[in-house]
């Protein structure tokens, strides 16, 4: 029997935070609901939002706050559920580079990944009445990690459960300053990373949605069960997986998958806010339109065996 060819663009390169989709391909899971899944990898991670927006692929992943900036643009984008929770999020250095607290970025070059990286950046320094003259930014990509080791830039926006477990397995000792601490917000929600799709994906296959959550969820758990076989799993696709740092990225960023896959309603109206703190909106944004839970299984393990028999 034929299965439904679907399309997942990630947020990033294949990396660890992945693993319960990596994991659920590798163990057939999508297959069992009847999806043909096809992975695809963005050049730049700020490419999701549009690629997503204009529907051009199913379903995508990208962070909480890019959802919200997202549909501000007038992207019809909505989360149906969470793959990642709340990772630490935060100015991360190199401790030889004497960035200790926030106001030590004076006369530093700041890395970040994405547009709203420097808008982050720029609005922190604003409210610790740091001149924009005093720092200098500098938009990275996906190369962080690689353009503090080579000294083109002091620190960058990142993950600590990526970005610096990677710096000091490969450079040295390290330390971050935590957005959410220095902007007040008790969660680093606005980083979590979000299962996307078109709102005429929604009306029109919901059922692959359904599928996809299902298959996910069933892998998150496998996952987080079994770390270890989960993770050589994943190197079995992606071999450039298969180091002692990645491993040591993968088993920090355990505590972090999403169990039941759920969209948080705290921590979208911790982020609302802080969205509308930074200027991207003025309050008129309709919240209720960035996430749903609607096509996530009421219990573990959706009883949907196949969306073939939806057909």
């Known amino acids: 029997m034929s299965k439904i060819f679907t399309t997942l663009m990630l947020n990033w390169y294949a990396n660890p935070y992945h693993a319960p989709i990596l994991v659920g391909q590798v163990l057939g899971y999508y297959k069992d609901v009847g999806l043909d899944l096809s992975i695809l990898q963005p050049t730049d991670p700020s490419d999701v939002t549009k690629i997503v927006g204009n529907n051009n692929v199913d379903i995508g992943l990208?962070?909480?706050?890019?959802?919200?900036?997202?549909?501000?643009?007038?992207?019809?984008?909505?989360?149906?559920?969470?793959?990642?929770?709340?990772?630490?999020?935060?100015?991360?250095?190199?401790?030889?580079?004497?960035?200790?607290?926030?106001?030590?970025?004076?006369?530093?070059?700041?890395?970040?990944?994405?547009?709203?990286?420097k808008q982050i950046i720029d609005n922190l320094a604003k409210h610790a009445k740091i001149e924009p003259s005093a720092y200098e930014t500098v938009r990275v990509g996906m190369y962080m990690v690689d353009a503090i080791s080579a000294g083109r830039i002091d620190a960058g926006i990142g993950f600590s459960n990526f970005h610096q477990v990677e710096l000091e397995s490969e450079t040295g000792p390290t330390s971050i300053i935590r957005i959410d601490q220095l902007a007040g917000l008790g969660c680093c929600c606005f980083c979590s990373i979000q299962i996307i799709a078109h709102e005429q994906t929604l009306k029109s296959k919901p059922e692959v949605l359904q599928a996809f959550l299902a298959a996910t969820e069933r892998g998150a758990s496998y996952v987080t069960q079994h770390p270890e076989e989960a993770f050589d799993m994943m190197c079995e696709g992606h071999p450039r997986l298969k180091s002692e740092t990645q491993h040591k990225i993968f088993m920090y960023t355990l505590p972090f998958f999403s169990r039941t896959l759920l969209n948080v309603e705290r921590d979208w109206n911790k982020v609302y806010q802080y969205t509308q703190h930074l200027g991207l909106h003025q309050g008129e944004l309709d919240l209720a339109k960035c996430y749903t839970n609607d096509y996530i299984a009421k219990m573990p393990y959706s009883p949907i065996k196949s969306v073939m028999c939806c057909a």
Request: proline letters at 5%; hydrophobic letters at 30%; charged letters at 20%.
């Open 62 to 117: 990208k962070a909480m706050i890019h959802t919200i900036a997202g549909r501000t643009k007038g992207y019809p984008i909505t989360s149906i559920g969470t793959l990642l929770d709340e990772p630490p999020t935060g100015l991360i250095s190199l401790k030889s580079s004497g960035i200790n607290n926030f106001d030590d970025i004076r006369g530093k070059r700041l890395g970040y990944i994405g547009e709203f990286g």
